[in-house]
């Protein structure tokens, strides 16, 4: 009888714990600042300027063409968010996730992306001149045709990433990780490249500082400008 009585208060206090953790979770995740956003989550075309949305949970969101001038997302989870043609000039997004989001053609000169996550988002014609993407995360990424001229990409990961005529004039790509990515037709003149690996990409055709003699061996070279 001790044995069955045992048994049964176990079995309560092990219920009572798992209800407190769903309460907490109930408790903890409305406080994520989601639900501060009356257009949530289709927020296409509207105007967002200036707002603090630093920590927000705003993942599958819809910011397409949305006006995100100099917004607060530091630290967001924007993961598989669209900013198609949307302006977030000025935006910050340090330490935002942004994984296999989609902001192609959109507007980001002089956002701060450092340390953000960028994993396999579409960033094809994206405007990211003087943007800080300092140890951003752009693993597989695909800025296809993008302006980064004069960004910083310092310790920046872009293995993988396609670049493919993208303009790199005057970045800083020191100590930028680009192993196996493709720079077919990119514009890399006057580009810092200290002590940026290249090891197995593919520069067919791009425009590279000259003279630029750190290149591995392994990898193709094409003439400078």
């Not at 079995?11 to 995740?29: D, E, F, N, T």
């Not at 920590?55 to 995100?68: K, M, N, Y």
């Not at 752009?138 to 303009?167: E, F, K, P, Y």
């Not at 192993?179 to 037709?185: F, G, M, P, V």
Request: charged letters at 20%; a negative charge.
């Amino acid at each position: 009888m001790k044995v069955r009585f045992s048994s049964l208060a176990i079995s309560v206090g092990i219920l009572g714990i798992a209800g407190a953790l769903v309460w907490l979770s109930w408790r903890w995740y409305p406080s994520q600042q989601q639900s501060n956003l009356d257009c949530y989550p289709n927020c296409s075309a509207a105007t967002l300027a200036d707002q603090n949305l630093a920590q927000s949970q705003l993942s599958r969101s819809d910011f397409t063409g949305a006006d995100l001038r100099s917004v607060d997302l530091r630290q967001a989870d924007l993961v598989m968010a669209v900013f198609s043609a949307a302006t977030l000039r000025n935006a910050l997004l340090a330490g935002a996730d942004l994984s296999n989001a989609r902001l192609d053609g959109a507007d980001l000169r002089e956002a701060d992306l450092q340390g953000a996550t960028l994993r396999s988002a579409d960033m094809r014609a994206a405007d990211l001149r003087e943007a800080n993407l300092t140890g951003a995360d752009l693993r597989g990424a695909d800025l296809t045709g993008a302006l980064l001229d004069r960004a910083l990409l310092n310790n920046a990961l872009l293995d993988a990433a396609v670049l493919n005529l993208a303009s790199l004039h005057r970045a800083d790509l020191t100590g930028a990780n680009l192993k196996q990515a493709s720079l077919r037709e990119a514009d890399l003149r006057s580009a810092t490249l200290d002590g940026a690996d290249f090891t197995g990409a593919d520069l067919m055709g791009a425009r590279l500082p000259w003279p630029f003699e750190s290149l591995p061996v392994s990898t193709p070279r094409s003439s400078g400008d």
